[in-house]
Structure formats: structure tokens, C-alpha cells
């Protein structure tokens, strides 16, 4: 029903009720008249107020621009409708607004490579972005709730969270702890922001970075400028004290003389063996190494070996046996692969004492080829195995000071086995003898 017809039926009834109370006394007929008119309109308004609001606002929300007021009260309403409706149009704007304000937040911290914590004013953990999980080794769901010190049980980051809400300044440190046996590095930047105006909460903001890789880089150079001052400065001390002897005087006796020269030729050639392995080594890191792939015969590589190595076994005594049916052929880079056996071969002899056995086996097993090299020497303790292959690693060096050597060639060994395709493992027990373990590609596939 509309308002029109409301007020024209309340008019009627009026009208009616006039006829009802004609009988009446003059003055309380009209009083009634005049008091069910005034009530039949007071609804009528109320009823019609509240279906134009009601029909104007949902119209708005579907298509703002349809907005009208409609009948008698367009003129009273109009205004009043505009300013209700833009207010409606608003807020459905702000929420949008916020909306993608969120999704581009939650998208900036899902992708930081820093982990990210957000805290109350007492440390507790609001929010954390997935960083945070990997950095910090936690699961949200244990992280959001609980005490941020409590979370990581670090004693440096505890003091940390600590200072900044006491002193609210900008806190950056680095934090080195051990987790699971592993040290890790973490940089911490915190602060304390308060929200604008209202009830001024303030927030507790940990940013973490992972320093880790880059400290052990650090410490790998540190450590290979370390070594390289070192095992240079030892033969070229040797060579100036030897030159020095021999100008002032050991020149005029000849048996003194040849001696010293020897020492000195030797100790060139060892400065001359590393320089040759730290350009090898930075050769194969560089990532230009083109490989050079044909068919080899492992029982024709052993006999070279054999002729290579010939003079340094028969001295000690030492011989060299092929445990693996004949011909053994394989598809790799040859000169490479010689590389890795004349590597593994030279520390077989030089850590076996005299009169033993160098065994060389080969096998191939689910598209594998099996290379061995076994020996049973000196044998490598177990706490030094993990760090072999690192440049200039020596197992206990007065031990290896008797043998010549500069810890390069593992470190050369897995360069190359990792540029063909596979893998090298070392099983050793100190006192019966070491077994390295080539794991190649049957047939290597091109880079
Ligand atoms: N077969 C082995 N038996 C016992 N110890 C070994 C054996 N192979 C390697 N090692 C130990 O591992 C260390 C590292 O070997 P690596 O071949 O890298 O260096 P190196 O032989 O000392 O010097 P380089 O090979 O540069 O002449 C050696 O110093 C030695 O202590
Ligand atoms: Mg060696």
C-alpha cells in the first residue's frame, strides 16, 4: 500500500468517525475527530519514514546512483536521505579500502626475506610472517600468543626484547647461538611504535636477519687468506735461508751447495704444486670447466697410473692392484678423471706405511658407476672426516708436517666429481685404512 492511499484510508476513517460522533456534544465530537486524524497521519509518517530509508539504502548500496526520495517527503527527506546514504557509500568504501590495504600488507610480509615479529607492549607475539617460521625454526600456531623470550630461548635476544621496551629506542645486534648443534647468526633490529591518537598502545617490531651463510663465507675466506699466507711463507722462508747460507760461503763447499740447492728446488716446486692447485681449484669454481666426454677403460687408467706412480711405489714398497673385471669401460672426461685418481692414489701411498696394499675396485650398480680407492693406512679419526675437503685441511698437522702436502687435493677431487655428475664418499678408521668411494654417472649427461 503507499503513503498516498495510507492517508487518503485514515482521511476516510476520519471522516467516518465525524459521522460516529455527530451525536456528541459539538466539542468533544471534534476533539476525537481531530485526535484520530492526527494519529492516523503520525503513523502514516512513521510507516512511510522508514520503508523510504529502508528501500533507499539497499538501492544505494546496489547502484548509488539510482538514489531518490520519493514521494510528499522528498522535499523534508531528500537532504537527510543524501547525507544518510553518502555515509553508507562511505563506509562501504573504507571497508574496501582497508580490504586491499590488508592483502597488500600480508602480501609485502609473506614475501621479506626477514622474519618479521609483532609483539603487544609486554612482548607477546601478535603476528609473524613466515620468515619468521624458517629463520627462527617455529610454527606460527607455537609463536602468535606467547612470549617472544619464551619463543626463542636465546639468552642474548631475551635481554634484547628486554632493553628496547625499557629504553623504546631502536636496538640492532647480532645474536650467535647454537641450534641443534649448528651455530647459527642472526642480526635483530627492534623497536617500540605506538599507535596514533586513541589509547596510544604501543607495539614491540623484531626484524631478523639470517647471517649465518654469510659468516661462514667470512670465515672460509678469513680462513683461506689465513692458509695461503701461511703454506706460501713457509717455502719461501726455506728458500731465503737456504739462498742467504750459500752467499755467505756454503757456495765454496760443492756437497754443502748441491744440498741446499736441492732443498731449495724442492721447496720451489711445492710453492710451484700449489699455485698449480689454487688455479685448478678457481678453474673448476669458476663454472667454464667444458667437459670433454668420450669412452675410458678404468683397467688402461690404473696402468697409467701404475707408470706414474711407479717410482714412489717401489720405493715404499707399496703395490697397486685392479679389483674389477677387464675391460671396465665408462663414459666421462678423461683428463678429470685422472685428476680425481692421481689425487686419491697420491694420498693413498703417502698415508700407508711401507710394504702395504692399494687396492683400486670398480663396479656398476642401478645405472652407477662404483669407483674405490681403499687403502690400509693411517686412517682418518672420525671428528676430522666432515672437514677433509675443505682447502688446506690437514689431519693433525704435526702428523702431516712428515708428509708433504698442502690440504688442496680432496678439495680439487670434489670439484671434479661434482662437475661429472656425482658424488664422493670417504669411510676411514684410524689405524686400518681409508675407502674412497667415487659414485659416477654410467654415462654422463651434457651440462
Ligand atoms: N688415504 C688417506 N689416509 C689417511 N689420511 C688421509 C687420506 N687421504 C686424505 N687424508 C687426510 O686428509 C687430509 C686432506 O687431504 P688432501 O688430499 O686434501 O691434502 P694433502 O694430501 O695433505 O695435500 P695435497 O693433496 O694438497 O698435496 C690430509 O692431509 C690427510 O690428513
Ligand atoms: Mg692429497
Redesign the pocket.
Given at each position: 500500500m503507499s503513503f498516498r492511499a495510507f492517508v487518503l484510508a485514515a482521511g476516510f476513517l476520519s471522516f467516518l468517525c465525524g459521522i460516529i460522533f455527530d451525536n456528541l456534544s459539538g466539542q468533544t465530537a471534534l476533539r476525537i475527530l481531530l485526535l484520530l486524524l492526527f494519529s492516523a497521519l503520525l503513523l502514516g509518517g512513521v510507516w512511510a519514514i522508514r520503508h523510504t530509508i529502508s528501500r533507499q539504502s539497499t538501492s544505494a548500496l546496489q547502484n548509488p546512483l539510482t538514489i531518490k526520495a520519493q514521494g510528499i517527503f522528498d522535499d523534508l527527506f531528500d537532504p537527510m536521505l543524501t547525507g544518510l546514504i553518502r555515509l553508507l557509500r562511505e563506509k562501504n568504501d573504507i571497508s574496501v579500502r582497508l580490504a586491499e590495504v590488508s592483502s597488500r600488507f600480508e602480501g609485502v610480509l609473506e614475501h621479506m626475506v626477514e622474519g618479521v615479529a609483532v609483539t603487544s607492549s609486554n612482548a607477546q607475539i601478535l603476528l609473524v610472517n613466515s620468515a619468521f617460521e624458517r629463520i627462527l625454526e617455529v610454527g606460527s600456531e607455537a609463536a602468535v600468543g606467547n612470549r617472544l623470550g619464551l619463543v626463542i630461548r636465546v639468552a642474548a635476544i631475551h635481554q634484547l626484547v628486554e632493553e628496547v621496551f625499557r629504553t623504546r629506542t631502536k636496538v640492532v645486534r647480532e645474536v650467535e647461538y647454537h641450534e641443534g648443534g649448528k651455530k647459527k647468526t642472526l642480526n635483530v633490529v627492534a623497536t617500540v611504535t605506538e599507535t596514533q591518537g586513541g589509547a596510544g598502545k604501543s607495539y614491540g617490531i623484531f626484524l631478523f636477519y639470517d647471517m649465518t651463510t654469510i659468516r661462514g663465507l667470512e670465515r672460509i675466506r678469513k680462513d683461506f687468506v689465513a692458509n695461503v699466507s701461511h703454506e706460501i711463507r713457509t717455502p719461501l722462508t726455506s728458500i731465503r735461508g737456504y739462498a742467504e747460507a750459500l752467499t755467505d760461503g756454503a757456495l765454496s763447499d760443492p756437497e754443502l751447495s748441491r744440498k741446499f740447492l736441492g732443498i731449495i728446488s724442492g721447496q720451489a716446486d711445492r710453492l710451484s704444486r700449489m699455485v698449480n692447485?689454487l688455479l685448478e681449484l678457481s678453474r673448476l669454481e669458476s663454472g667454464t670447466v667444458a667437459l670433454n666426454l668420450c669412452e675410458i677403460d678404468l683397467g688402461f687408467q690404473t696402468e697409467r697410473m701404475q707408470e706414474v706412480f711407479s717410482s714412489r711405489l717401489r720405493d715404499r714398497e707399496i703395490s697397486l692392484v685392479a679389483d674389477f673385471p677387464k675391460p671396465f669401460p665408462y663414459v666421462s672426461d678423461e683428463s678429470l678423471t685422472d685428476l680425481v685418481l692421481t689425487?686419491l692414489l697420491?694420498?693413498?701411498i703417502?698415508?700407508s706405511p711401507p710394504g702395504r696394499e692399494i687396492r683400486i675396485s670398480a663396479e656398476n650398480k642401478e645405472g652407477k658407476v662404483i669407483i674405490s680407492v681403499i687403502?690400509n693406512?693411517?686412517?682418518?679419526p672420525r671428528e676430522d672426516l666432515p672437514r677433509?675437503f675443505e682447502r688446506f685441511?690437514?689431519?693433525?698437522r704435526s702428523r702431516?708436517s712428515s708428509?708433504?702436502?698442502?690440504?688442496?687435493?680432496?678439495?680439487i677431487v670434489r670439484h671434479v666429481v661434482t662437475l661429472l655428475q656425482g658424488r664422493v664418499d670417504v669411510k676411514?678408521e684410524p689405524g686400518a685404512g681409508?675407502t674412497?668411494c667415487l659414485t659416477l654417472p654410467q654415462k654422463i649427461g651434457r651440462a
Open positions: 692447485d689425487n697420491d694420498n693413498a703417502k698415508y687403502d693406512g693411517a686412517g682418518i677433509i685441511y690437514r689431519v693433525d702431516s708428509v708433504s702436502g698442502t690440504g688442496l687435493g680432496l678439495s676411514s681409508t674412497v
